[in-house]
């Protein structure tokens, strides 16, 4: 009886052995088999975010190089393997916007402006393609949302090109007093800088506000003296707005500036030539009488000859407009007759010789232009505000100068 007792607790025992090694075997071989898949399935998620990377990489290589189709099929297969990821997103809703399909990427922008309203870059692509869709209200918006969102790196760098960009847009808009207010408020933030300052002037005057741009101007010359873009900037300007005396010395000073290292451009030497030309005939009140007084006898003696030239040449046609028969009458007057003696006598008839001047030149130009030579430079003056003489002729068009102005006297 003992005999069997203990043969069959050895063979429980044989059997709990059994059964513990095939339990542990299985166990064993449970670990070992989700080791495997454990390592399958992370070498195979490795490759596919490698992958992903890949694909990524050559879509922004293909955007990078004006290629926008190539990218948009790189970057959806990289998104095939890496769904959702964000940066993959981004630069295929470019790439579908520098491809042409500006609803497309639109659509996939505010996909991901929903999800982040407040960020910079795609506030950004969103005003670019409002702006493309015609549609200035939200290219606003979106624009001052960039200007306000946040940024990855120099955020503040990025805020300040939005805003510049802003202020282009608004000058392409016609909106001249929104970007002067934009490109003041980037004036103010932006750091000493020449390029800055460059840029802010350019786009002052585009936006019609020459004080400002002059302002910037200076600051460009003071940042970087004697540099022949920074002066020739100001001294066109200058000459744009009336100011002919700093046009002459800007001018003159950017061209010897440039002498030797940068070829000269004949507008600026033409510029330069007729500012020192205007500063001869135009009567300042700053100069001596006697000096102003012979700026009015030349500039008479020059409108007087075109007025002749022109009558001259209207009288084979026996039609000589109305106009032109009171030019003809007020030069035979006092205006049109007083010698040096009697200008320096009566300060006010010096005034109004120079008022007949300028309408001769003003009717003259319409009958019988167009003006060249020094008629073109007293035309200049008749109708551009000057900040040394103000014109006679008030009410008339201000002009701008070019090239056609430059031409030989008559």
Known sequence: MAAETEALTLTKRKLILRDSL??????????????????LFRSFSAHRADLAQRWSERGRAAL????????????????????????????????????????????????LWDA?????FVNLELARLSAKR???????????????????????ARRA????ELARYLIAQHDFGAARTELLIAGGN???DYDRYMTIGDLLQQAQDPADAWVYYQKAIAAKPGD??????????????????????????ALAAGQGTLPQKADDVAMTDASARILELMPSSSLPARERVAHVLAARAIAKKWFADCSAQLAPANQTPSALQGLAARWGGADGTSNAAALLEEPARQDGAMQ???????????LCGPASGDDALLLRLATTPSRSAPPAAANSPATVGTTSEFGEGK
Do not use: C
Request: negative net charge; hydrophobic residues 45%; charged residues 25%.
């Open 64 to 111: 990078q190089a004006g290629k926008p189709g190539e990218a948009i099929v790189d970057l959806r297969t990289a998104l095939s393997y890496s769904p959702g990821t964000r940066a993959y997103e981004l630069l295929l809703a470019e790439a579908l916007g520098e491809a042409g399909d500006t609803d497309a990427s639109y659509d996939y922008f505010m996909s």
């Open 161 to 164: 090109e939005v805003r510049l």
């Open 356 to 366: 007949l001047v300028y309408e001769t030149e003003v009717q003259i130009e319409a």
């Open 22 to 39: 095939a339990i542990f075997s299985l166990a064993l071989a449970t670990v070992v088999l989700f080791a495997i898949t454990l390592f």
């Open 134 to 156: 015609r549609n200035p209200k939200d290219a606003v918006r979106y624009y001052r949302a960039a200007i306000y969102g946040t940024w990855e790196g120099d955020g503040v």
């Open 190 to 192: 932006s750091p000493d």
């Open 228 to 253: 022949p873009a920074a002066l020739e900037a100001a001294g066109r300007l200058a000459y744009q707005i009336g100011d002919y005396e700093d046009a002459h010395r800007l001018l003159a000073r």
């Open 116 to 120: 982040e309203p407040g960020n910079g």
